[in-house]
């Protein structure tokens, strides 16, 4: 018993196994989350749907704005998306900058010096 080629023991392959989980929670959900940059400088006009669900991209990487495609996650951001249900069926400006203080709205915020300054793609 405990010879070459012996599996395992129980304690042991437990260990391998937290570390091989652990290494990879810790690069898919980082701890320190990355800042969300700027998508674009303007928002987008939407009709949102009334009981519809959405994903309001968070991070400013989807190639969807002003929508969720899923690239916080393999760009492993550690942010998420903003869901969020439409109360009724209107067109709203959903933020593309990600520096409005109501999201997933805009707020006018874009307007300013210091989101026109700043180039798209980077973090304010
Ligand atoms: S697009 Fe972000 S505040 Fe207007």
């Given at each position: 018993?405990?010879?070459?080629?012996?599996p395992?023991r129980?304690?042991?392959?437990?260990l391998?196994q937290?570390?091989g989980?652990?290494?990879?929670l810790?690069?898919?959900?980082?701890?320190t989350?990355a800042k969300s940059?700027v998508?674009l400088?303007?928002?987008i006009?939407?009709?949102?749907v009334?009981g519809?669900?959405?994903?309001w991209?968070?991070?400013?990487?989807?190639k969807?704005?002003?929508f969720c495609d899923?690239?916080h996650?393999f760009q492993?951001?550690g942010?998420?998306?903003?869901k969020?249900?439409a109360q009724?069926t209107r067109?709203v400006?959903l933020?593309?900058?990600?520096?409005t203080?109501k999201?997933?709205?805009?707020?006018?915020?874009?307007?300013?010096e210091?989101?026109?300054?700043?180039?798209?793609?980077?973090p304010?």
């Amino acid at each position: 018993m405990g010879g070459v080629g012996a599996p395992l023991r129980p304690a042991a392959r437990t260990l391998n196994q937290r570390r091989g989980i652990s290494s990879w929670l810790a690069r898919w959900f980082p701890k320190t989350p990355a800042k969300s940059v700027v998508a674009l400088k303007t928002p987008i006009k939407v009709e949102l749907v009334a009981g519809k669900t959405y994903r309001w991209c968070v991070c400013g990487r989807s190639k969807q704005q002003p929508f969720c495609d899923g690239s916080h996650f393999f760009q492993r951001t550690g942010l998420s998306p903003l869901k969020f249900k439409a109360q009724e069926t209107r067109v709203v400006a959903l933020c593309t900058c990600k520096a409005t203080q109501k999201p997933p709205y805009c707020d006018g915020t874009h307007r300013s010096e210091r989101v026109q300054k700043a180039d798209v793609g980077s973090p304010l």
